[in-house]
């Protein structure tokens, strides 16, 4: 049999074992999450997970850390099989725990039930911060390339959510505040639409129109189902900013697929769109575009405090921006994410780093395989003959 590198932590006093979720558990998942340490992650949830098993050819696990004396631990995989070595296991945005130990507990009891069915590795991507690094590689863990979207990001407290709406208003950047206010101004409405054909595709035109090669951009079907699933889920919301057309001229629109966005004389133009989703105390702003033309001033900002109202509505206290660079290069003008940086932090000031994204070897051998080779094999692949990430 070959040899582990299994760590992942230290060894616990009492045994801190994983399992499958059992049905009722899984028939109640997203409450499970819910009531993780830090309030949960929509990486976790079942919305997500969905997707990913439908769209992005990922298998879906629902795994219960039982910790004796203290709450369990939802924890949401997403694993592929790659053929000779194995599966691999991914946990997004997890695990959670009260503690850098805490987490290394519980990633350490999964990474022992993963590599008992097969694993020869495990992805972790936990909401700690920068300085539990040291005690991650300590335990085992090897840097890797991050799969969820946001490693550093901007954080919005949405306080109370028994608090009035000009509360949260009034804790917002004043930047912030003030185009909002001139949004309004110049007549961008901003509606909560639903996740119908024609709307995803008008939302993707826009994401397309802003991509232009800058960014990997999903197929379109991609995108349609991710919304629509988090939509039926009820943890999802698309919305759409318009501004009206005083020139008497044909409107445009990014998207052909859309006739009504793109409407004839005079009626309004569609300037921006969103996606947010949201699990528990916790929503976040999952994708966003505006047309290039600057003809809608603050209308993204209008954008977004409709989205931070619908957070606030839902009973979230904390909203994620989802993106932005490091810290340390919060003001560094070559940063790819410097624009979109300096419009979060509009919202708040404060970047939040997390500690990362980290690989454990369970199978050595399986491992140098698939680091050295496997991993790049599989991503060319991906890209050439599915035109999709692998990830």
């Given amino acids: 049999m070959e040899g582990s590198l299994v760590s992942g932590g230290p060894a616990p006093a009492e045994a801190v074992t994983a ?19 830090g309030g949960g992650e929509v990486w976790m949830g079942d919305a997500y997970l969905g997707v990913k098993r439908r769209e992005g050819r990922y298998r879906d696990y629902r795994v219960v850390v039982e910790r004796p004396g203290r709450q369990p631990i939802a924890v949401g995989v997403l694993a592929k099989r790659v053929p000779l070595l ?31 069915r097969g694993a020869f590795l495990l992805k972790i991507e936990p909401r700690l911060g920068l300085d539990a690094r040291a005690a991650i590689h300590a335990a085992g863990y090897r840097d890797t390339v991050r799969i969820v979207p946001n490693p550093s990001t901007v954080l919005v407290d949405l306080g109370d959510p028994s608090a009035v709406e000009d509360a ?86 990014p998207s052909d697929a859309d006739a009504t966005a793109s409407g004839a004389a005079g009626e309004p133009r569609l300037v921006a769109g969103a996606f947010a989703m949201g699990l528990g105390a916790k929503t976040t702003y999952k994708d966003g575009a505006s047309v290039r033309a600057k003809t809608a001033y603050g209308a993204s900002h209008a ?63 399986a491992y140098a395989i698939w680091s050295k080779l496997g991993d790049r094999i599989a991503r060319r692949a991906s890209l050439a003959l599915k035109k999709d990430p692998y990830y």
Avoid: M
Wanted: charged share 30%; hydrophobic share 40%; with cysteine.
């Fill in 19 to 37: 399992r499958f979720a059992t049905d009722a558990e899984r028939s109640s998942w997203d409450a499970l999450v819910a009531a993780n340490p």
């Fill in 86 to 116: 194995g599966e691999w296991w991914h946990l997004p945005a997890g695990p959670a725990g009260e503690s850098t130990e805490a987490v290394l507990e519980v990633a350490a009891a999964v990474a022992r039930f993963a590599r008992d």
């Fill in 168 to 253: 949260l208003f009034a804790s917002l950047g004043k930047k912030a505040r003030n185009s909002i206010n001139r949004a309004r101004r110049d007549g961008i409405e901003v509606t909560r639409a639903p996740a119908t054909d024609e709307n995803c595709a008008a939302l993707y035109g826009l994401l397309r129109e802003t991509a232009e090669g800058r960014f990997v951009l999903r197929r379109e079907g991609y995108y349609r189902e991710f919304w629509q699933a988090f939509e039926r889920e009820g943890s999802g919301q698309i919305f759409l900013a318009y501004r009206a057309d005083p020139s008497g001229k044909e409107a445009s629109h």
């Fill in 303 to 365: 954008l977004q405090w409709e989205v931070l109202r619908w957070a606030h509505e839902r009973g979230a206290t904390v909203h994620d921006l989802c993106g932005a660079p490091p810290n340390d290069r919060a003001d560094d003008k070559g940063h790819p994410l410097h624009g979109v940086g300096q419009f979060k932090r509009s919202f708040s000031p404060e970047i939040t780093d997390y500690a990362g994204a980290f690989d454990l070897p369970l199978k050595p051998r």
